[in-house]
Nanobody, 115 residues
Framework: QVDLVESGGGLVQAGGSLRLSCAAS????????MGWYRQAPGKEREYVAVTRSSGNTIYAESVKGRFSISRDNNKNTAYLQMNSLKPEDTAVYYC?????????WGQGTQVTVSS
């Protein structure tokens, strides 16, 4: 059974930083594609950053240069470091992992950026 638990969201002022965590069980992050997504109120869920099985990471244009993915393989935990946050970054952030053709999602963590 795959289980993903996000944490680290909260309220931050514009220009601030947050680091989100996604702890996984039942799947190994280091060898499976995973990514971070977000969904703002009234909008569709969109990708923020995705690490492919090749190890390459791609970032959405809106976050490029401000956000970065990292992993702690010993803890089987992925992180999303978010810097220079903007009000338009406000959303529920989700991590997702693909295992044997199936996608698994965490429950999400709220990020709110005040102006």
């Amino acid at each position: 059974q795959v289980d993903l638990v996000e944490s680290g969201g909260g309220l931050v002022q514009a220009g601030g930083s947050l680091r989100l965590s996604c702890a996984a069980s039942g799947v190994i992050f280091s060898i499976n594609p995973m990514g971070w997504y977000r969904q703002a109120p009234g909008k569709e869920r969109e990708y923020v950053a995705v690490t492919r099985s090749s190890g390459n990471t791609i970032y959405a244009e809106s976050v490029k240069g401000r956000f970065s993915i990292s992993r702690d393989n010993n803890k089987n935990t992925a992180y999303l470091q978010m810097n220079s946050l903007k009000p338009e970054d406000t959303a529920v952030y989700y991590c997702r992992v693909t295992l044997q053709g199936s996608s698994y999602w965490g429950q999400g963590t709220q990020v709110t950026v005040s102006s």
